[in-house]
């Protein structure tokens, strides 16, 4: 795992109100409170963002937002802008989830603008990746991943690519149980940070990535022992303190 300091994301998704996810950070905050030398991040929903800011300050724990839009402000109803993200500190951005691609539409254009606008606004970005099972089964991942870390990072400066965060998450693997094996996310994740290595090695050296889908605290140390695993992008396992303390505690 090099320098890198591991960093492990829960990703909500559309779960917690804020009474949930004030029930969830004083159960957790305790049970991470030895942890060291890695880096842990929370992903709630909007609404839960400047509560969840506040419960966190002071301890290890980071909040990220689940999705941004590029522009300062302007006619788009619905969505939520970086400013506005900064205002209650946000630290970092989910971009480009499977989810989000499938069920609304987010398109390898729109993240090209958005990755270097968070990184503008001072935050990081988590740019999600990954092929479906029939994308593997054709022996097409790696044009996929390509395509994606590609286009996502196409407009992001190179002296900033080193800051950005990218996790593998094939869709075969989110919500289904069936985690990848580790030699499978290590040979995406290696050649992940090889694209990045096309753009700038110094990069490539200090980029994180992650691995995502089915990660639970059963198979967190395996993953996160692969050389290009930097951490882990958490949805089920992440609902629960127990289980996400488990997984902080295996990186
Ligand atoms: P699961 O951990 O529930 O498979 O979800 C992974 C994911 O989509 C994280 O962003």
């Not at 407009?155 to 965060?165: A, D, S």
Request: charged share 20%; hydrophobic share 45%; with cysteine.
């Amino acid at each position: 795992m090099s320098g890198r300091t591991p960093l492990i994301a829960g990703n909500w998704k559309m779960h917690k109100t804020v009474a949930d996810a004030e029930a969830f950070i004083s159960a957790l905050l305790p049970r991470i409170y030895a942890a060291d030398g890695v880096d842990v991040a929370i992903c709630p929903a909007f609404t839960a963002l400047a509560a969840m800011v506040d419960s966190t300050r002071g301890s290890r724990v980071q909040v990220f937002a689940q999705n941004a839009h590029h522009a300062a402000e302007g006619a788009f109803t619905g969505e939520v802008s970086l400013p506005m993200l900064g205002e209650v500190d946000v630290h970092g951005v989910i971009l480009g989830h499977s989810e989000r691609r499938e069920f609304f539409g987010e398109t390898d254009r729109a993240l090209a603008l958005k990755l270097p606008a968070v990184l503008e606004a001072g935050m990081v970005p988590v740019l999600c990746v990954g092929e479906t099972e029939d994308e593997r089964d054709n022996g097409d991942t790696e044009r996929k991943l390509r395509h994606q870390v590609q286009e996502g990072l196409a407009k992001v400066p190179e002296e900033q690519l080193g800051g950005v965060v990218i996790a593998y998450e094939p869709i075969w693997a989110i919500g289904t149980g069936r985690v990848a094996t580790a030699e499978q996310a290590q040979e995406a994740c290696g050649f992940i940070r090889a694209l990045v290595a096309g753009r700038s090695s110094a990069a490539a050296e200090t980029v994180r990535v992650l691995y995502g889908g089915s990660v639970k605290p059963e198979n967190a140390a395996e993953l996160l022992g692969q050389a290009d695993i930097d951490g882990a992008l958490v949805g089920g396992a992440s609902l629960e303190p127990e289980s996400f303390a488990a997984i902080i505690a295996a990186a």
